[in-house]
């Protein structure tokens, strides 16, 4: 397509220095910040809740709490089954897996 007639040379643009560009590179680096706390405040929710669901599922299935669950009791075949070590274990280990993505997270944390 041809230039338009009416287009603005490049050479001819505002320069940086006026009062409007100053004023857009202050919002510019404000809406920054902003998005640099935000993310902040995302990494630490996420890796403080990763931590206690970590720590619960990992210590939950070995304590009376996890033997004596009313859903457990009422339904004798979901009980037998959850009462199996297996099923502990695997339990327990997504615990282990969610504890090692907090911590990760929290270590491999990069600002852009």
């Known amino acids: 397509m041809p230039p338009s007639p009416n287009a603005v040379p490049p050479s001819a643009s505002a320069e940086p220095s006026s009062p409007g560009t100053r004023q857009a590179d202050s919002g510019a680096r404000q809406e920054q910040r902003a998005a640099r706390w935000l993310q902040r405040a995302d990494l630490l929710l996420r890796v403080i809740v990763r931590l206690y669901l970590g ?16 859903f457990f009791l009422f339904y004798a075949p979901i009980a037998h089954l959850m009462e199996s070590g297996a099923v502990r274990g695997i339990v327990s280990g997504l615990g282990l897996l969610n504890l090692w993505i907090a911590i990760s997270d929290a270590i491999h944390y990069k600002e852009i």
């Open 55 to 70: 720590m619960i599922l990992l210590f939950l299935p070995w304590t009376r709490l996890w033997l004596f669950n009313r």
